[in-house]
């Protein structure tokens, strides 16, 4: 398969909270993005990391992407009720993670 | 703007039987996709289509074929069911696969079991 990972499969934050998860992937890259999906619904767009950028910021979101060793981060600041979702990170829009459940506990 | 819909929202099937799954976007957009989402795997690509008259097989193909209609509409079919391809179907629009700066939007999928 050539799907990544992602870390941890769930993770539990008080709301205010910062979450962090976690994104490895076994192929070159053109660009990593990362979805968030609520529950039933489908996946919308968050934001786009190109393979020539090391950090980009949107709002509340930060990543990280380290091509040396394929892996990505996504951390979300200052996490509200409404994060509460699971989170995919994707490869060149082909190859997506196997996703992180987060919970915002109010 | 209505963005990417799918049709049907639910399907069950017996095995055997055969179905169409719908998928028209509204974005212009040259690229087509087609996932499916099973617990604990995430999403895997079974077909896309980079541009009008094209397609291509994805990560699981097996079992599937595909049409692209015209620039809008992507169907994919399921010629002879199975149990194992009870699962959440995503329908997914770019404007170009493969470039630097593309971006996927989504339907809100189809949920088909195969009894």
């Known amino acids: 398969s050539q799907q990544g990972e992602e870390d941890p499969q769930a993770l539990s934050i008080q709301e205010g909270e910062n979450a962090t998860m976690n994104c490895s992937y076994k192929?070159?890259?053109?660009?990593l993005q990362w979805y968030r999906q609520n529950s039933g619904r489908g996946l919308v767009h968050l934001i786009l990391?190109?393979?020539?950028?090391r950090e980009k910021h949107s709002g509340r979101l930060r990543v990280t992407l380290d091509t040396s060793k394929k892996s990505s981060s996504l951390l979300i600041t200052a996490s509200r009720a409404a994060d509460t979702a699971s989170y995919f990170c994707a490869t060149n829009q082909f190859y997506f993670g196997t996703g992180t459940s987060l919970t915002v506990i109010p | 703007n209505a963005g990417v819909t799918q049709t049907p929202k639910f399907q069950v099937l017996k095995t055997g039987q055969s179905m169409t799954l719908q998928c028209a976007q509204d974005?212009?957009?040259?690229?087509m996709y087609w996932y499916r989402q099973d617990p604990g795997m995430g999403l895997r690509l079974i077909y896309y289509?980079?541009?009008?008259?094209?397609?291509d097989k994805g990560e699981v193909p097996n079992g599937y074929n595909v049409s692209r209609l015209n620039k809008r509409e992507f169907s994919l079919r399921l010629e002879s069911a199975a149990p194992s391809q009870t699962s959440v179907y995503f329908c997914?629009?770019?404007?170009?696969?493969?470039?630097?700066?593309?971006?996927?939007?989504f339907g809100s999928g189809t949920q088909l079991s195969v009894l």
């Open positions: 192929t070159s890259i053109n660009n």
């Open positions: 990391i190109r393979s020539n950028e």
């Open positions: 289509s980079a541009s009008e008259g094209t397609t």
């Open positions: 997914a629009s770019s404007e170009d696969v493969g470039a630097a700066n593309e971006k996927l939007f």
């Open positions: 974005m212009n957009h040259n690229s």
